[in-house]
Structure formats: structure tokens, C-alpha cells
């Protein structure tokens, strides 16, 4: 059974309590991330997992707060691979594959971290403690823009993605819906409802719903790119899923979460799960 590990579960605004979006799901046989907020690498160890464990990451939208990690997850992967390992795989929105070229490539923003960890002696000797040996292959990852309705299959998993309505014309988003033998999960992204999501989640076992704020909460501006409590749940019923985690979180949601719940209970039949940093979910 996989498990789902909630790395970061607040918005855009730095707090204490929580951070932004990113998820990883444990296989028996590899991890996949989804999103890679602020300080997702970091997280992922306190869950007790490794980069160099993350064989894929899905990405929903290049929202900052949802991807702004991604050169560290990158970067110290790539630092402690020694030989043999496969390149991380990262699907997402367009222009992904361009971002990544600009992050990593020759002319790349760290071209300079990359020359030095190969060419330094002192690098070169951290890379030989490690068990790697000289010289020190480059940095290659596998990114790869995808469209909606794409089909990814990995090791006893499949993924397929959607597009929802969040911040046309300016960024596309995605859902993504995993499966594997025995259950699914759908990560809706930022969104207001939309038919393409519903259609999405149809089923599933666990629907992650990002949503920041009670409906009572949610300005008309905000109603056009994000979920209200009641959104959520009209989704989650249309959909028919089996239970869902909400996420995404406001200080206010949280503090409210009991009249939050009941809102929503009155809505979707199903469980309904506030998500707390670094929970872990049992698929
Ligand atoms: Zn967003």
C-alpha cells in the first residue's frame, strides 16, 4: 500500500505552521513528487525520505509556491548520486522544459554550482566518500512538458492529468490523477470547480483539495482561480470520491475548522480531513 506524505500544506505566505504546496507518494518501489513548494526538499527528509529516493516528480502549475524548490530537489539529487542512479523525470505544464533548460543548462542560473561540484578538488573528493568516482558525470534531468489528458506510466503506477481553471491566459494548470492496482488519488491543483476536474476525480479513493478559505471567505475576484469550502465539497459529492483531505491552508480555515467541517458535511457525504504538515495518509 502506498503512503502519501503531505509536505507542505499553507498558501503563498510564509507562517510558521505551514508550508507551501508539495507531496510525495512512497511506493514499494519509488517515490513521486507532486509540486516542490518552498523547502520541499528539507521536508521530504524530515519524512524520512531522500532525494535521491524521488524518481518523478508531477508538477501542477509554476505558481511559486508550488515549484519554487525545484532547482534544490534538483541540485542535491543530482549532488548525491554516485553511479547507476536514473534521471529524475519531471512532468508538467509548459514552458517547464524551457525552465529547466534555464535552471540547469550550459548557459543555465547554475551553471557555476554544477562546473564547481565536478572540477573542485574538495568537491571531487566529497563525490569519491560517497562512493562515486571520477569524473563526475553532469547533471541530467528528464523534464518534459505535457499536455492535458497525457497518460504516464511508472513502476506499478499511471498517472493522468487535466486541465483546470485557475490562472488562464497567463499559466496553465494541471490536476493529476495516480492510480495504481487497488486505488487513486486525485491532487486537484488551485482551481475554482470545473467540469474537467469532476471528471477527473470521478471515483477515486482520496481527492486533495487545495482550499484556502471558507466560502463566507472567498471574495468574487478569488471565487474565479480558487476553492471555497463549499466548491470543495460540491466536487468531491459531483465526483463521487471516497473521502478528501483539504489543503492549501489559511489560518482562518483552521481556526474555523469545526464549522468548516460542518459546512462541508452538509454537502459531501464522505470523510473530510484537514491536512496537518507532514501527515501521513494510507492509501
Ligand atoms: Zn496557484
Known sequence: ????????????????????????IEFPDEVVMIDCGPAATWKLTQAGLRPIDVGWLLVTHLHSDHFVDYPCLVLTR?????????????????PIREVTGKLFGPEGAFIDDLRARCEHIASKRVHLSRGGTLPRPGLEVRAQDVSPGAVIEGEGWSARCAEVDHMQPYMTTLAWRIEWPGGSVVFSSDTRPCDALVELAEGADLLVANCPLRQGDLHEDLATCIFGTLDAAQVARDAAVERMILTHLTGNIVRECDEALAEIAAVFPGEVLIAEELMRVEL
Do not use: I, K
Open 1 to 24: 500500500m502506498p503512503t502519501l506524505h503531505m509536505l507542505g500544506t499553507g498558501t503563498p505566505s510564509p507562517v510558521r505552521e505551514r508550508w507551501g504546496t508539495a507531496f510525495a
Open 78 to 94: 543530482w549532488d548525491h548520486c554516485v553511479g547507476g542512479e536514473m534521471p529524475l523525470v519531471v512532468m508538467g505544464p509548459a
